[in-house]
């Protein structure tokens, strides 16, 4: 015959026993995760995907359609709000160059100009330690078709994006 009293006992040691473990568990995990902290930098994987978000916006079949009246600093501003790219967090610029007349070029700017600065002044005397409060960019160049029906050309849309540092 079993003790019931003695089973009893012994089940409520075990819910000790386990509370115990639990409890040392959490404070090797808690204590270890102040001496490795990992930080992952991911700002210029999301610059290369605005500037392909971007691409898809304006062009997205591959050719661009030059049907603007007045600059084409707004016409880019308002394809890019339409598609909701329009960011004060983020530097964008949009350049496009025409095959036929590499001189010709015609340039947007949009969002912190100051990111531009920081990475520009910045580069090639960045420390490893302190390039994570330097912003992230990519520069992404795609061929693309100018113009419609008759009025083809051939040309480049270059995007370049920048990420702040963010806490």
């Not at 995760?33 to 062009?59: G, H």
């Not at 947007?108 to 531009?116: C, D, I, K, P, Y």
């Not at 600065?117 to 795609?142: D, H, L, M, W």
Request: hydrophobic residues 40%; aromatic residues 10%.
């Amino acid at each position: 015959m079993i003790n019931k009293h003695a089973a009893t006992g012994e089940g409520i040691l075990n819910i000790y026993r386990m509370l115990i473990v639990t409890i040392i568990a959490l404070v090797i995990l808690g204590s270890s995760s102040l001496f490795y902290n990992y930080y992952i930098d991911i700002r210029s994987v999301e610059s290369v995907i605005i500037s392909k978000q971007v691409i898809n916006c304006l062009a997205p079949d591959a050719s661009l359609s030059l049907d603007f009246m007045g600059s084409f600093q707004d016409a880019m501003k308002e394809k890019l709000s339409k598609c909701n790219l329009i960011s004060e967090s983020r530097y964008l610029r949009i350049m496009l160059f025409f095959d036929s007349d590499p001189k010709r070029e015609l340039s947007a700017v949009f969002g912190n100009t100051a990111l531009n600065t920081i990475k520009s002044s910045s580069s090639g005397t960045v420390k490893s330690v302190n390039a994570r409060y330097f912003p992230g960019c990519a520069s992404e160049q795609y061929r693309i078709i100018i113009g419609e029906n008759s009025n083809k050309l051939d040309g480049v849309l270059n995007v370049e994006a920048c990420f702040p540092y963010d806490n």
